[in-house]
T-cell receptor, first 115, second 115 residues
Framework: AQKVTQAQTEISVVEKEDVTLDCVYETRDTTYYLFWYKQPPSGELVFLIRRNSFDEQNEISGRYSWNFQKSTSSFNFTITASQVVDSAVYFCALSEGRTGNQFYFGTGTSLTVIP | NAGVTQTPKFQVLKTGQSMTLQCAQDMNHEYMSWYRQDPGMGLRLIHY???????DQGEVPNGYNVSRSTTEDFPLRLLSAAPSQTSVYFCASRGGRRSSYNEQFFGPGTRLTVL
């Protein structure tokens, strides 16, 4: 079974629209970590955020915000006022347990922002 | 710091050939890992290492060997390449006392084609 599910394969939005990327995870551990990475067309992987299982506070960083809800096992990512530079593939990832040696990625959501 | 470096960037092999993908990091990170990225599959963990002399299998280890003789280097070996190993390979590292909390830093990737 997929430990990290990103049901949205591709999303297209018009510039300046808001967009939310969904991430649902599955784990039996009480200690775990969640991450979002961005992969622009150039191919590198860029770290965006991490969240541990004991911290359900939402976080905002500029136009980016993240909503972590343990009750629904979700860690959604919202981009406000999207820009063309936001076009990329976004991956949600899960690291389980205190060591976090096994790291699971979702299949990614490809976001296209149309000017 | 160069971060995580990978060589080569591109490689074409014939079925049955062997080769080693090189990965090095200069951040004194204990944890290093190898992933493969395939369309629609996200990134999948092949092997990882929590320190020199210690390696373990990830989600898709078959067909790949690793060793970790130094903290800096973590090569990935394909002993007999198969077309199913055509993929983009990423090396990553992370460090810190609470290493499970820390994000992974990724190399630029190696695009491998097996004919």
């Amino acid at each position: 079974a997929q430990k990290v599910t990103q049901a949205q394969t591709e999303i297209s939005v018009v510039e300046k629209e808001d967009v939310t990327l969904d991430c649902v995870y599955e784990t039996r551990d009480t200690t775990y970590y969640l991450f979002w990475y961005k992969q622009p067309p150039s191919g590198e992987l860029v770290f965006l955020i991490r969240r541990n299982s004991f911290d359900e506070q939402n976080e905002i960083s500029g136009r980016y915000s993240w909503n972590f809800q343990k009750s629904t096992s979700s860690f959604n990512f919202t981009i406000t006022a999207s820009q063309v530079v936001d076009s990329a593939v976004y991956f949600c990832a899960l690291s389980e347990g205190r060591t976090g040696n096994q790291f699971y990625f979702g299949t990614g959501t490809s976001l296209t922002v149309i000017p | 710091n160069a971060g995580v470096t990978q060589t080569p960037k591109f490689q074409v092999l014939k079925t049955g050939q062997s080769m080693t993908l090189q990965c090095a990091q200069d951040m004194n990170h204990e944890y290093m890992s190898w992933y493969r990225q395939d369309p629609g599959m996200g990134l999948r963990l092949i092997h990882y290492s929590v320190g020199a002399g210690i390696t373990d299998q990830g989600e898709v280890p078959n067909g790949y060997n690793v060793s970790r003789s130094t903290t800096e280097d973590f090569p990935l070996r394909l002993l007999s390449a198969a077309p199913s190993q055509t993929s983009v390979y990423f090396c990553a590292s992370r460090g810190g006392r609470r290493s499970s909390y820390n994000e992974q830093f990724f190399g630029p990737g190696t695009r491998l084609t097996v004919l």
